[in-house]
């Protein structure tokens, strides 16, 4: 295949590999910088850890094994370890091919050491419907996966994304106590963690001191309803800590989304709810901004009064 294929001799440093695994067409990787990869075999993203050493960003989304291969592989299979020192980004999408019976996070992240990594993200892929996607949660294994490679690198996270729900106790806590140096997170929150999450933000936990950019995702699915609605109260407890004292919070973006629900999720706010204190907090100077289905509802306009009501 590679006699046929040019770019696997051409230097390259940008490639995107969209729904192509990256057997169908293995490129260079040598002086690859970025890189968004498809793969459903985890010795084939071992092998590009270890040749693509100038890497810095790296796009990881597994997908389905071909059916004409059908293999399963019966006793566990061991990689050499791999220390990798310029990547700093890593991110693993998820999808709906692989949200069913397929690992996310493969095996060889056990053999992977990312010193310089400072930006990891779990993203929901952005060309698909989010309810067919948010029921492939990972695997206990695969959240333990992602703890120990970040225990091990030792590495100063300051970004990190969660664009699906993450359990908080058992992976959330864990990854915000090893990364005390931490400026920008991005989660998405449902109605079974967004309280949790609120409670574990809470400046007086002691988590993430030096937090500057907070964005905040809700997009209720189905009958659910919206975890930052439902948790308004813990919510604006967390953000009030994070305006006084010691903290550094500069910047917040809340997003929610109805598109999916399929139910009334009490819109416009009752006036004693205590979302209304975004409005005070703009008026403060905070940076704040809320996109109710896309719209910045806390501007003067059609989304404001949709979601306040009108005065």
């Not at 293995?26 to 850890?49: K, M, W």
């Not at 997908?63 to 004409?68: A, N, Q, S």
């Not at 695997?139 to 030792?154: A, D, F, K, M, T």
């Not at 664009?163 to 864990?174: A, E, G, R, T």
């Amino acid at each position: 295949m590679a006699d046929d294929n040019p770019f696997s001799s051409s230097p390259i440093t940008e490639a995107t590999l969209h729904r192509i695994p990256y057997s169908y067409m293995p490129i260079n990787v040598r002086v690859l910088q970025r890189f968004r990869v498809c793969s459903y075999d985890p010795a084939e993203i071992h092998s590009i850890f270890r040749n693509s050493q100038h890497l810095i960003e790296i796009v990881i989304t597994t997908c389905p094994t071909p059916r004409f291969l059908n293999v399963e592989p019966l006793l566990p299979i061991t990689y050499p370890p791999v220390v990798h020192t310029s990547l700093r980004q890593l991110s693993f999408v998820l999808t709906w091919e692989n949200a069913r019976r397929i690992t996310k996070i493969p095996v060889t992240l056990d053999y992977i050491t990312l010193p310089a990594l400072n930006e990891f993200q779990i993203l929901a892929s952005q060309t698909q419907p989010l309810p067919g996607i948010l029921p492939g949660t990972l695997e206990p294994i695969e959240y333990s996966r992602i703890i120990n490679l970040v225990h091990r690198c030792g590495c100063d996270l300051t970004d990190l994304t969660f664009s699906v729900p993450v359990p908080v106790s058992s992976f959330l806590l864990p990854m915000l106590r090893q990364s005390p140096a931490l400026e920008k997170l991005d989660i998405f929150v449902d109605a079974d963690t967004a309280g949790d999450v609120f409670r574990v933000l809470t400046l007086a936990e002691g988590k993430v001191p030096n937090l500057k950019k907070l964005r905040i995702a809700d997009a209720p699915c189905r009958g659910a309803v919206s975890g930052l609605l439902l948790e308004g109260d813990a919510f604006r407890a967390m953000v009030r800590s994070r305006l006084s004292g010691d903290s550094h919070l500069k910047s917040l973006q809340l997003s929610l989304k109805t598109t999916w629900s399929r139910q009334d999720l009490l819109i416009p706010i009752a006036r004693d709810s205590p979302l209304h204190d975004l409005v005070k907090m703009k008026e403060e100077g905070l940076d704040v901004e809320f996109l109710f289905n896309l719209e910045d509802c806390l501007l003067e306009g059609e989304a404001f009064n949709l979601f306040f009501g009108s005065s």
